[in-house]
Every structure is written in C-alpha cells, then in structure tokens.
C-alpha cells in the first residue's frame, strides 16, 4: 500500500496506474543520476520533454511511460488505480526542476543544479521505493487551501 492511498483532494474521475508511474520515477532517478555524473545536458533535455508530456496529459507519447508499461506487462505487475490529476501536477513540479537544472547547469551555477538534481533524485526515489508522491501532497495541501481548485 503506498503512503498516498487516502490523499482527500479533487480528482478528475480519470486513472492511471500508480504501478507504471512508480515505473517512470525509477528511471527519472536513473536518468538524473546519470546526469549527475556525466553532466551532459541532453540527459536533462531528454526529462524536460517527457515530464512536458506527462504534465501536459500527453503521456501515451512518452518514452518512460512506454518503458514503464512494457516492464509492467511483461513481469505481470497488476493496474493499480490512481487518480491522473495528482500526478499531472506532480510531473509539472518534475518539469520544473528539469528546466531549472538545465538553466543554472547552462549557465554555470553547477552548486545550483547538483542541488536541484539531488532533489529530484530523492523525491524520485521517495516515489519509486515506497509509492510517497510528494508533488501529489502539494496538489492536496494547495487544493484544500486555494479558492479556486489548482487545475493539472
């Protein structure tokens, strides 16, 4: 069972597999890990088009979710349902943090973007490991206190 089950926030009545998005957080965490010894912003560039597809309700065309779903089919690992829109808002945050240690890589604030790989890396590992969607947490704590439901 993972740590976010019970979460009470608005949902958008559309699933997904908490399986395969675990799936995608093991390689976002190998795929910043590699960044993070080779340094080679195409890596980075790579995450920032597939957190952009995820975020953006276009998953079917990203690669990660492709491997996920493979990797789940062929080892038989069950659809466990999730609600989408925690997700979506969790892969924006994902975005985010790609575009901004691409930046500051760019730019040459390499403390910056090893901090901000570390980040990502640990809430990644959060994700895959014992199912904790920290971002999922944010679109909660943001939903119950805005007036207008944040929409994903």
């Known amino acids: 069972m993972a740590l976010n089950d019970?979460?009470?926030?608005?949902?958008?009545?559309?699933?997904?597999?908490e399986n395969q998005a675990?799936?995608?957080?093991?390689?976002?965490?190998?795929?910043?890990?590699a960044w993070i010894i080779f340094r080679n912003p195409w890596i980075i560039a790579f995450l920032i088009?597939?957190?952009?597809?995820?975020?953006?309700?276009?998953?079917?065309?990203?690669?990660?979710?492709?491997i996920s779903q493979l990797v789940i089919k062929k080892m038989g690992i069950p659809y466990k349902p999730v609600d989408r829109a925690p997700k979506r808002f969790a892969a924006f945050v994902g975005l985010l943090f790609s575009i901004a240690i691409l930046v500051f890589s760019l730019l040459d604030f390499e403390n910056t973007s090893l901090v901000l790989a570390g980040i990502?890396?640990?809430?990644?590992?959060?994700?895959?490991?014992?199912?904790?969607?920290?971002?999922?947490?944010?679109?909660?704590?943001?939903?119950?206190?805005s007036k207008k439901p944040v929409t994903s």
């Open 120 to 145: 990502l890396v640990v809430f990644a590992t959060l994700e895959a490991v014992i199912g904790f969607c920290a971002g999922c947490h944010v679109y909660t704590f943001l939903n119950k206190f």
């Open 49 to 66: 088009l597939d957190f952009s597809l995820r975020a953006l309700n276009l998953g079917k065309y990203s690669l990660l979710n492709r």
């Open 6 to 17: 019970n979460i009470d926030c608005p949902v958008d009545n559309i699933t997904l597999n």
């Open 22 to 33: 675990r799936g995608n957080a093991y390689q976002v965490l190998y795929i910043t890990v």
